[in-house]
C-alpha cells in the first residue's frame, strides 16, 4: 500500500526554467510534509517542509505547496540549476507529539540541462 | 541539523554471513532511525531505536535478523544478520532533533552488497 506516490519518475528542464515535482498521498492523517533531495552515494538531504496547517511555504528558490482536498503537493524550483540534478523524494509523517516516522515516495529524477 | 557518520561507507559480504553497521551523531538525540533504500526503491523504515529501551520494529522487519542496539544518545548499530543477496541496499540512519517537528536527517549511508 503505497501511501505517498510520486508518479513521474524522471523529469528534464532546462537550466534556469522552473522544475515541478509532484507528489501525491492517501492517508488523510498526514500532517507534515517534506522534500528531500538525494545525490548518488549520499544520503538524503532535507529540503524544505510544510505543515498541513499551511498551503505554501518558500525557502529560496524552493516552494512546496500543499492542497489538503486533493492530497496534493509539489515542489517548485526557480530557477533550475545543474546542481539541482538528483532524486527528489516527497515524504509525510503524522504528527503524535514525539518523534514520528516517516512514509516516503519513490522518489522522481530530476535532470537539469544546460 | 546534525553530522551524522556511518560505518562502513560500503561492504560486500558473502550469503550466510553478518555485518554491522554504526550510526554516530555530534549531537545528543532521543531518536534514532534505520531506513533501507533496495534498488529502484523508496526508503523503507525498519525500526525506530529510542536509547534505554527495546527498538519498535515495522512491519515485516524482526529483530532476529536486523538487531539494534542504542547504547547511549549519540550511537546506534545495526545489525544484518544471515545475510542473502535479497539484503543487498543501501542502510541509512537519521535522527530527529526533537524540534518540535518531524524532520530528520539522514546519514550518508553504507551499500551493502551480497554475494
Known amino acids: 500500500d503505497q501511501q505517498v506516490k510520486q508518479n513521474s519518475p524522471s523529469l528534464s528542464v532546462q537550466e534556469g526554467r522552473i522544475s515541478i515535482l509532484n507528489c501525491d498521498y492517501t492517508?488523510?492523517?498526514?500532517?507534515?510534509f517534506l522534500w528531500y533531495k538525494k545525490y548518488p552515494a549520499e544520503g538524503p538531504t532535507f529540503l524544505i517542509s510544510i505543515s498541513s496547517i499551511k498551503d505554501k511555504n518558500e525557502d529560496g528558490r524552493f516552494t512546496v505547496f500543499l492542497n489538503k482536498s486533493a492530497k496534493h503537493l509539489s515542489l517548485h524550483i526557480v530557477p533550475s540549476q545543474p546542481g539541482d540534478s538528483a532524486v527528489y523524494f516527497c515524504a509525510a509523517s503524522i504528527n503524535t507529539g514525539t518523534a514520528s516516522k516517516l512514509t516516503f515516495g519513490t522518489g522522481t529524477r530530476l535532470q537539469v540541462t544546460l | 541539523s546534525a553530522v551524522i557518520s556511518q560505518k562502513p561507507s560500503r561492504d560486500i559480504c558473502q550469503r550466510g554471513t553478518s555485518l554491522t553497521i554504526q550510526c554516530q551523531v555530534d549531537s545528543q538525540v532521543t531518536m534514532m532511525f534505520w531506513y533501507r533504500q533496495q534498488p529502484g526503491q523508496s526508503l523503507t523504515l525498519i525500526a525506530t531505536?529510542?536509547?534505554?529501551?527495546?527498538?519498535?520494529?515495522e512491519s515485516g522487519f524482526v529483530i532476529d535478523k536486523f538487531p539494534i542496539s542504542r547504547p547511549n544518545l549519540t550511537f546506534s548499530t545495526l545489525t544484518v544478520s544471515n545475510m542473502s543477496p535479497e539484503d543487498s541496499s543501501i542502510y541509512l540512519c537519521?535522527?530527529?532533533?526533537?524540534?518540535?517537528?518531524?524532520?530528520?536527517?539522514f546519514g550518508p549511508g553504507t551499500r551493502l552488497t551480497v554475494l
Open positions: 531505536a529510542n536509547q534505554g529501551s527495546e527498538a519498535t520494529y
Open positions: 537519521s535522527v530527529d532533533l526533537a524540534k518540535g517537528e518531524d524532520t530528520q536527517y
Open positions: 492517508n488523510s492523517m498526514f500532517d507534515y
